[in-house]
């Protein structure tokens, strides 16, 4: 499963978007990083995402669930809009299936809109009452660049120790050419 989020100008995400259709033949690689939470690193995870950067999060969620882990599964999501919170129905389904999966979501923009969730981008506080103890939790994070950068820091400020969060990088790199 893939999740490709269509940016104006760019080259792969337009392609996908507007030239494959149901049907196509392509030619795809295995994931290869090193971006995994088995369940035996820690007895609780944190997973935060921004936008498409779910993907990998609810990959993680999946596999917790399909093996009955019994930790603590925090995941803090944050995306532009209720249309673009990926996954919704999904974790939905999954909260009521799974006691040890707690969700907190916000939207940067929900005027308008049924959400009564939190709004606003993910700040210090909401990471705080979403997630209790969360400096003694290891930490997955999958975003958008700036957005990765921002949260390092700001979990560093709330004392969770640099190698206890592990990072997916997608989209362009930063000062890329």
Known sequence: ETTIKREDGGVFSEYMHGQIKEGDLVEVMAPSGAFTFTGKESDSVVLIGGGVGITPLMAAVRYLSDIA?????????????????????????????????????????????????????????????????????????????????????????????????????FGPALGAV
């Open 69 to 169: 882990w019994p930790g603590s599964i925090y995941l803090v999501y944050g995306a532009q809009t209720t249309e673009h919170f990926i996954f919704r129905d999904e974790l939905e389904y999954l909260q009521r299936k799974m006691d040890n999966l707690h969700v907190a979501a916000t939207m940067a923009r929900a005027a308008g809109t049924s959400w009564m969730g939190a709004e606003g981008q993910i700040t210090g506080d909401f990471l705080m009452r979403s997630v209790p103890d969360l400096a003694k939790r290891r930490v997955h994070l999958c975003g958008p660049p700036r957005m990765m950068e921002a949260l390092r820091k700001l979990l560093g400020e709330l004392g969770v120790p640099s190698e206890q969060i592990k990072t997916e990088a």
